[in-house]
């Protein structure tokens, strides 16, 4: 398994880090044997598994159930838990002592937070209590109410200068890696440059020290809106499709099963059985 000092070694040599999010045992486990650098158990759950509209709606114990399964499937890989909507906002000890909880319970390796500002003491308090904490700036969903959507963030001067000004502190308190979401990849590049610790991209561009992408989105894995910053590597969804409606086909057309798909009695038990 990679470390946080491994992640910073990456960067300095220039090489990419792989994250994918995953959600489940078989997932994790595709993503394991692919040789993914880092999982990310990812709100977006709420959407491409639970098929809610927005994060909003994922709890604490949702995030736990999964990331369990995830552990399971990825035994040897990095795995960084969302901490969801709502669970770091208020007493930062109550906070401390869900992410302890959700650490311990799940046996991941670091937690995510999303934000700078009123999340940097958060950042500071969870690092101070050895915890690794990733940070996520740019486009925030959990914050997309108030952002009024799912809209690329720093597009202007005066906004790319407050996230470098917020990376910098999100960085300043100990944060292990930083997801940029949604940012112009000029400014992925700079942020990328005044930063120690890795940027992780997501529709910020080339210039990110590491890439990440959802599992359903990369794969085509569902019937969910593409972002545009998406290139999906394969059409898992087309296959799905394929395999059940084959499926459902041979069943009401009597060519499924077959006998090789089924269990032989024997003629003399068979003979005993009618008498
Ligand atoms: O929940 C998620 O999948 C994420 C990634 C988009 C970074 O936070
Ligand atoms: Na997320």
Redesign the pocket.
């Known amino acids: 398994m990679k470390t946080t000092a491994q992640f910073l070694m990456m960067k300095q040599q220039r090489e990419k880090i792989v994250m994918v999010?995953a959600y489940d045992y078989p997932g994790a486990r595709f993503s394991e044997d692919a040789g993914v650098d880092m999982i990310?158990v990812?709100?977006?759950?709420g959407m491409v598994v639970l098929g809610y509209e927005s994060?909003m709606r994922v709890t604490v114990d949702d995030m736990i159930h999964h990331s369990k399964a995830v552990r399971r499937g990825a035994p040897q890989t990095f795995i960084v838990v969302?901490m969801p909507f709502g669970s770091y906002h208020g007493d930062v000890n109550d906070t401390l002592k869900t992410a302890v909880r959700m650490m311990q319970e799940t046996n991941a390796n670091a937690v995510?937070v999303?934000g700078a500002g009123d999340i940097v003491p958060v950042i500071k308090k969870l690092t101070d209590a050895g915890i690794p904490v990733v940070a996520?700036l740019g486009l925030l969903?959990q914050s997309a109410g108030v952002l009024g959507g799912y809209k690329v963030q720093g597009k202007t001067a005066e906004q790319a200068e407050q996230l470098i000004q917020d990376a910098l502190e999100v960085e300043q308190a100990g944060a292990c890696a930083i997801?940029l979401?949604c940012i112009p990849h000029q400014l992925t590049a700079v942020v990328s440059e005044k930063l120690t610790i890795p940027t992780?991209g997501?529709g910020a561009g080339a210039e990110a020290d590491g890439q990440?992408l959802?599992f359903h989105d990369l794969l085509h894995f569902g019937k969910h809106h593409m972002p545009k910053f998406v290139h999906s590597f394969a059409q898992v969804g087309d296959e799905i499709e394929r395999g059940i409606k084959g499926y459902t086909d041979a069943v009401k057309a009597g060519t499924f099963p077959t006998l090789a798909h089924s269990f032989t009695m024997k003629e003399e038990e068979l003979n005993e059985l009618y008498g």
């Not at 990812?42 to 759950?45: A, E, I, R, T, W």
Request: charged share 30%.
């Open positions: 999010t990310l990812g709100d977006s759950l994060t969302d995510k999303e996520h969903p997801v979401e992780i997501i990440v959802v």
